[in-house]
Nanobody
C-alpha cells in the first residue's frame, strides 16, 4: 500500500519561499517512478484545487495559472520524493497542501496534507 507524507509547511510572510516535500513509502524496486504525481490545495469551505503535476520521469510538468512562474514541481525517484518549491508566496496561497499519486487517469493515493499560511 502506497503511503504519502507531506512536510515543509509553515507560517511565512508574503514574498517568502517554502519547499514542500512528499515522501512515498510502500513502494520498492523503483516503482515510484511509475507514478505521476501532483500537488493540490484546499481552503476551508472550498473544493480541493489543482496546483501542479509532474510526469513519472519528471520530464513533463503542468501548473495552475495562479502559481505559474512562482511554483516549481520536481521529483527525485531515487528518494521516492516529490517537491513543490513555492516562491513569491501570497496570502491567497494559504491552504492545506496535499500531494497525490496516480498510475492511470485518477489520483489513487493522497497524503494527509501540510498547512501553509502566508501572512500579509
Amino acid at each position: 500500500q502506497v503511503q504519502l507524507v507531506e512536510s515543509g509547511g509553515g507560517l511565512v510572510q508574503a514574498g517568502d519561499s517554502l519547499r514542500l516535500s512528499c515522501a512515498a513509502s510502500g513502494v520498492s524496486g523503483g516503482t515510484f517512478s511509475r507514478y505521476a504525481m501532483g500537488w493540490f490545495r484546499q481552503t476551508p469551505g472550498n473544493e480541493r484545487e489543482f496546483v501542479a503535476r509532474i510526469s513519472w520521469s519528471g520530464g513533463i510538468t503542468y501548473y495552475a495559472d495562479s502559481v505559474k512562474g512562482r511554483f516549481t514541481i520536481s521529483r527525485d525517484n531515487a528518494k521516492n520524493t516529490v517537491y513543490l518549491q513555492m516562491n513569491s508566496l501570497k496570502p491567497e496561497d494559504t491552504a492545506v497542501y496535499y500531494c497525490a499519486g496516480r498510475v492511470l487517469a485518477s489520483y489513487d493515493y493522497w497524503g494527509q496534507g501540510t498547512q501553509v499560511t502566508v501572512s500579509s
